[in-house]
Nanobody, 119 residues
């Protein structure tokens, strides 16, 4: 089993910054991609940013230039630095990791952390 613990969400004014963390623990042999998704009320869950095992990154157009995803392999942790936050960034943010085991990939989700940006 794999557990993900997220932290770092909260309330911030527009233009402010937050840093989200997601630490994975448990039966982890190898982590492939790690990513952040978000879901606002009434909306579908959407990809925010993703980072591969070789640290290649990809971002949603709406956050490019403002958000930065990174990972610490030794700690099995993925981060999301969010700068210049906008009210439309308000959502529950979820981390997701894909773990390799016996040739298969298994996806795990965090419990979600609320990010609220006030105008």
């Amino acid at each position: 089993q794999v557990q993900l613990v997220e932290s770092g969400g909260g309330l911030v004014q527009a233009g402010g910054s937050l840093r989200l963390s997601c630490a994975a623990s448990g039966s982890i042999v190898s982590i492939n991609a790690m990513g952040w998704y978000r879901q606002a009320p009434g909306n579908k869950r959407e990809l925010v940013a993703i980072i591969s095992s070789s640290s290649n990154t990809n971002y949603a157009d709406s956050v490019k230039g403002r958000f930065t995803i990174s990972r610490d392999g030794a700690k099995n942790t993925v981060y999301l630095q969010m700068n210049s936050l906008k009210p439309e960034d308000t959502a529950v943010y979820f981390c997701k990791i894909v773990v390799s085991s016996n040739g298969y990939g298994y996806a795990y989700w965090g419990q979600g952390t609320q990010v609220t940006v006030s105008s």
